[in-house]
């Protein structure tokens, strides 16, 4: 009977782990992921996160949704000259075994049309979609702009 | 001639304590020749002209309110360099955020704004021709972009300066867009100072 299975078992495994690994959502760490609260009367915010990818091929980010937005888009700013152009990029790109870094002065979400004001300390939760199709829940933290300049 | 060598000698001491002066002078009173001035515009609690707060140092950004990451970023470095000050010095100075969105930013709505970075700050606008020209002054950039394939319509790229205008009014220092608080507080106490 155990003869029997193993062979089966071994099977299974193998058609399994090709369709499991190097799915996007498996292959991405989300660190530190965290969203600005809004000043009184905005319903525009931005969300900010790293994304590390542990597997050996590209994957690239190419939405993210939230109950809480009426809209998520992928945005950068360019630094030209001293002039911040804010431009939405099409997809954001996690090279193997490399960091994409989304941080303020650079690549962002920008969290559009937002429900409910986000308020320091809360939680909010996003799904990050990648170029597979496969997604990503994560809950970001809500921070006010004191507790980002205590980096510095 | 022996006098005559004595005037020569007071001619000389003279003309170089003039051009001592006027070369002091000229620094102190244009830092940046042609750029800055005065100008009125609207807020929450009226007109507002930067002639009202003479003898304060007013720290002036330009920005717009959907802006979701460089106003903030920078408003917040700015509002923590402030909380550093004491408040004799927080009584000399005044922060004013002028808005180049007036098609979207009201009065109302640039008075909470303003309110959330510091108690202080005074949000203010005007007509678009006018911020033109007082953004053009003042070495600020700002033009309305059309975003393609996204929902917010257009964005303002525009360059992101504190403008430190001394208690003379003039423009006295610029404080650039990655400027650590540490950094903005150095550049305000040392215009406090002068």
């Not at chain 1, 650079?106 to 004001?117: A, D, E, Q, S, V």
């Not at chain 1, 939680?123 to 809500?142: C, P, Q, R, Y």
Request: with cysteine.
């Amino acid at each position: 009977m155990l003869k029997q299975l193993f062979p089966a078992l071994l099977l299974g495994l193998t058609l399994a782990i090709p369709a499991f690994a190097g799915s996007a959502a498996d292959d991405i760490q989300v660190i530190d992921p965290w969203a600005r609260e809004v000043p009184p009367g905005l319903t525009t915010s931005a969300g900010f996160l790293g994304m590390k990818n542990t597997g050996d091929k590209e994957h690239k980010l190419v939405a993210a949704e939230s109950a809480n937005t009426g809209m998520i888009e992928l945005h950068t700013h360019i630094n030209d000259k001293g002039v911040m152009r804010m431009r939405p990029v099409e997809n954001i790109p996690i090279a193997p075994g490399g960091t994409t870094m989304l941080q303020p002065g650079g690549l962002h979400l920008m969290l559009m049309m937002i429900k409910k004001p986000l308020k320091a300390g809360e939680k909010m939760a996003i799904t990050l979609v990648f170029e597979d199709g496969s997604k990503k829940d994560i809950e970001a933290e809500v921070r006010h702009f004191t507790m980002e300049n205590m980096k510095h | 001639m022996k006098l005559l060598f004595r005037l020569f000698l007071l001619l000389l001491v003279s003309a170089s304590s003039v051009h001592a002066w006027s070369l002091f002078s000229s620094a102190e009173e244009e830092r940046y020749p042609g750029m800055g001035g005065d100008f009125t515009l609207q807020s929450a609690r009226g007109e507002i002209s930067l002639k009202d707060f003479r003898g304060k140092v007013v720290l002036m950004y330009f920005g717009y309110t959907s802006c979701p990451d460089v106003c903030p970023t920078s408003l917040g470095a700015l509002s923590a360099a402030l909380k550093k000050l004491d408040d004799e010095e927080m009584q000399q100075i005044q922060p004013l955020f002028i808005s180049v969105d007036p098609e979207r930013d009201n009065v109302e709505k640039l008075r909470e704004y303003s309110r959330y970075f510091h108690p202080k700050m005074i949000g203010a606008t005007g007509n678009l021709d006018y911020l033109q020209t007082l953004a053009n002054r003042y070495g600020a950039y700002f033009r309305k972009a059309e975003v393609e394939h996204s929902s917010m319509g257009y964005a303002v790229d525009h360059s992101s300066t504190i403008f430190v205008v001394g208690k003379n009014g003039k423009l006295a220092d610029m404080i650039q867009h990655s400027d650590s608080p540490k950094r903005i507080l150095e550049h305000i106490r040392a215009v406090l100072e002068e």
